[in-house]
Structure formats: C-alpha cells, structure tokens
C-alpha cells in the first residue's frame, strides 16, 4: 500500500519561499515512477483544490491558475519524492498541503502539512 509523508510546512513571511517534500514508500511491482502525483490545499472553511500536477514521466506538469508563475511542482524518481517550491507566498496560500499519487485505481493521500503565511 502506498504511503505519502510530506514535510517543509511552517510560518512564513508574506513574499516569502517554502519547498514542501513528499516521500512515497509502500510500492512493490509497480514503482513510483509510474504513478501521477498531485498537490493539493485545503483552506480553513473551504474545500480542497488541486494546485499542481506532474505526470509519472514529469513530462506534463500543470497548475492552478492562482499559483501559476509563483510554485513549481518536481519529482525525483531516484528518491521517489516529489517537490512544491512555492515563492511569493500570500496569505491567500495559507492551508494545509496534501500529497496524493495516482495511477489507474490505486490512489493515496498523505496526512498532510500546514503552510501558513502571516507577518
């Protein structure tokens, strides 16, 4: 079963950079290169949105159009790990960020990490 542990949540400044990881384990025959993997956010009394997106190749990455310009998604399939770099925080960015992996039917969530962005 695959588990998702994300790390590199905190306070931040406004204007200010975090890089959020996420470490993947639990794979057996089919490995993390294979699966699609996903930030998502969920705010204080709002529902959870998609912010990026890279594919098991990484060769399409796509982004909510709020954080376009601003945070990159990448992966390392070596470390099964995948990244959000996000700058120019805003306290619009304030929430918990959520790691999920896809491939086909199996899908997971990892618990999740807060990212706040406050002077």
């Known amino acids: 079963q695959v588990q998702l542990v994300e790390s590199g949540g905190g306070l931040v400044q406004p204007g200010g950079s975090l890089r959020l990881s996420c470490a993947a384990s639990g794979f057996t025959f089919i490995i993390f290169s294979s699966y699609a993997m996903s930030w998502y956010r969920q705010a204080p009394g709002k529902e959870r949105e998609l912010v990026a997106t890279i594919s098991s190749g990484g060769g399409k990455i796509t982004y909510a159009d709020s954080v376009k310009g601003r945070f990159a998604i990448s992966r390392d399939n070596a470390k099964n790990t995948v990244y959000l770099q996000m700058n120019s925080l805003n306290a619009e960015d304030t929430a918990v960020y959520y790691c999920?992996?896809?491939?086909?039917?199996?899908?997971?969530w990892g618990q999740g990490t807060q990212v706040t962005v406050s002077s």
């Open positions: 999920y992996a896809a491939r086909g039917s199996s899908r997971a």
